[in-house]
């Protein structure tokens, strides 16, 4: 089922084209990562499916309504990027407010447990620190029981800790059958959560797939190991006493080595992770 999308979308903001004929379909039960540069677009195609924003071509709908209606935006949490609280108000009364929004909310001390916030109900939003405000406003995002999250770099600041609670609830909001759109400049964090990734630059959709898909789409594997100071290989980068290199046939590579009789000390055959998949891709592109 598709709860959200964005059909050949265009957006401008003067001569700036934010978006260019952007189609992003958000299916139920499913973690999207939308990941991109700054000023690709990603902020901007997320108020346009928010119904903050009016597409200048295309549409966007929510649970196959607008997304300006109250209807549709009753199944949404949201992440937003930045966030401005009231300093005076505590933090308990804040999730109490938001979710009292909510026909099914969660209750404040699920949302205390779930994202260990505790020590800072009682507290003054005005005098939390950047990171505890951060933790804050995605447990918001959850407040609702929402059917869709909207995540825009939701651990930006983050602590370690807080970050894997972060992790955590999303994982529990998929398995419970929810949707989440998420937003990051952490590739880790889109490769430990994301089963399907949308790579927008310059406001167009340039590769849409898992991210087992667009490992692969580099065709390349990486191989290192521990080689001697004075031998070299062709493409090959020297980090430490190790050689590392990125090739289209790993095998042939081994197989080479092993008969001219190189070591292959602490030998490593893996595909490239998402981060190094997309280096490839922009190197290329």
């Known amino acids: 089922m598709i709860v959200a999308e964005l059909d050949a979308v265009t957006k401008r903001f003067g001569a700036l084209t934010a978006l ?31 119904g903050l924003r009016s597409p200048d071509a295309g549409a966007a709908r929510l649970f196959d309504l607008d997304p300006r209606e109250p209807d549709a935006r009753r199944s949404v949490g949201v992440v937003p990027q930045e966030t401005a609280f009231p300093p005076t108000l505590r933090a308990v009364e804040l999730l109490d407010l938001v979710r009292r929004h909510y026909s099914h909310p969660a209750t404040v001390e699920a949302l205390s447990d779930r994202f260990g916030l505790a020590p800072l109900l009682g507290r003054k939003l005005g005098g939390l620190s950047g990171g505890e405000r951060r933790l804050v406003a995605v447990a918001l995002a959850f407040a609702g029981g929402p059917r869709l999250a ?17 992790w955590s609830a999303i994982r529990a909001h998929e398995h419970r059958g929810g949707s989440v759109l998420l937003t990051t400049h952490h590739l880790e964090e889109a490769e430990a959560l994301a089963g399907r990734v949308v790579l927008l630059e310059a406001g167009a959709v340039v590769d849409d797939g898992t991210v087992a898909e667009i490992r692969r789409s580099a065709g390349l594997t990486r191989v290192s190991f521990r080689a001697p ?33 190189v070591p292959l000390d602490d030998l490593e055959v893996r595909p490239l992770t998402l981060e190094e998949a997309l280096a490839v891709r922009r190197r290329h592109a």
């Open 20 to 50: 260019d004929r952007v189609t992003l379909r958000l299916r139920e039960g499913d973690v999207t990562a939308l990941l991109g540069p700054n000023g690709a677009g990603k902020t901007t195609a997320i108020a346009v499916l928010l």
């Open 150 to 166: 909207v995540l825009d770099e939701p651990t930006t600041g983050l602590d370690v800790e807080a970050r894997a609670r972060v």
């Open 229 to 261: 100071p004075a031998f070299t290989l062709e493409c090959a980068v020297r980090e430490g006493g190790a050689l590392r290199t990125d090739v289209h046939d790993a095998g042939a590579l081994v197989t080479s080595l092993v008969r001219r009789g």
